[in-house]
T-cell receptor, first 111, second 116 residues
Framework: KAGVTQTPRYLIKTRGQQVTLSCSPISGHRSVSWYQQTPGQGLQFLFEYFSETQRNKGNFPGRFSGRQFSNSRSEMNVSTLELGDSALYLC??????????FGEGSRLTVL | AQSVAQPEDQVNVAEGNPLTVKCTYSVSGNPYLFWYVQYPNRGLQFLLKYITGDNLVKGSYGFEAEFNKSQTSFHLKKPSALVSDSALYFCAVRDMNNNAGNMLTFGGGTRLMVKP
């Protein structure tokens, strides 16, 4: 079974631009969550989607948004990028027994 | 609100010695507890979980964790450390009685260094 796939793995943007990250969950998993990892703040929950509906949202500004498609694939978007948005963005899908399985992440650098 | 504390930023241990990585948690309801490991430039890998039942949980790569309700702790252990165990370890909690979906709250992480 293929794992969680995130694209792109690395990207560089400049302040003010926007970015879209993609996540394909493990086949059969319907819940997808996104986390931001930074050296200063650690791992922070962004949002969770289940069956195309946002089920939960973390404490991030409205510049951070996401969506889920009917095939469970998910995207997250960050608009008007700031230097502080530089981070590793991790996507996870949930198994029937409750574990979250994470992708390798998308490392975003904002210049 | 739920929270996790990993009191040690780094744990150093010699290869072959037992290791313990500490974790304490706080939730209003029943906890659902996890340990994950992260290698450089990689995502998080699931090690083990506790839901209910036996307080000693066995996981991947010879790791185990002991749930202690009275001390609200979930320490990660391994009887004999390997150099290849050197990585960043995260403890996480989810409140099973909270309508927070699958949101996990993570600790700050503990870097484990195993020296030959």
């Amino acid at each position: 079974k293929a794992g969680v796939t995130q694209t792109p793995r690395y990207l560089i943007k400049t302040r003010g631009q926007q970015v879209t990250l993609s996540c394909s969950p493990i086949s059969g998993h319907r819940s997808v969550s996104w986390y931001q990892q930074t050296p200063g703040q650690g791992l922070q929950f962004l949002f969770e989607y289940f069956s195309e509906t946002q089920r939960n949202k973390g404490n991030f500004p409205g510049r951070f948004s996401g969506r889920q498609f009917s095939n469970s694939r998910s995207e997250m978007n960050v608009s008007t990028l700031e230097l502080g948005d530089s981070a590793l963005y991790l996507c996870a899908s949930q198994s029937d027994t409750g574990e979250l399985f994470f992708g390798e992440g998308s490392r975003l650098t904002v210049l | 609100a739920q929270s996790v504390a990993q009191p040690e930023d780094q744990v150093n241990v010699a290869e072959g010695n037992p290791l313990t990585v500490k974790c304490t948690y706080s939730v209003s309801g029943n906890p659902y507890l996890f340990w994950y490991v992260q290698y450089p430039n990689r995502g998080l890998q699931f090690l083990l979980k506790y839901i209910t039942g036996d307080n000693l949980v066995k996981g991947s790569y010879g790791f185990e964790a002991e749930f202690n309700k009275s001390q609200t702790s979930f320490h990660l252990k391994k009887p004999s450390a390997l150099v290849s165990d050197s990585a960043l370890y995260f403890c996480a909690v989810r409140d099973m009685n909270n309508n927070a979906g699958n949101m996990l709250t993570f600790g700050g992480g503990t870097r484990l260094m195993v020296k030959p």
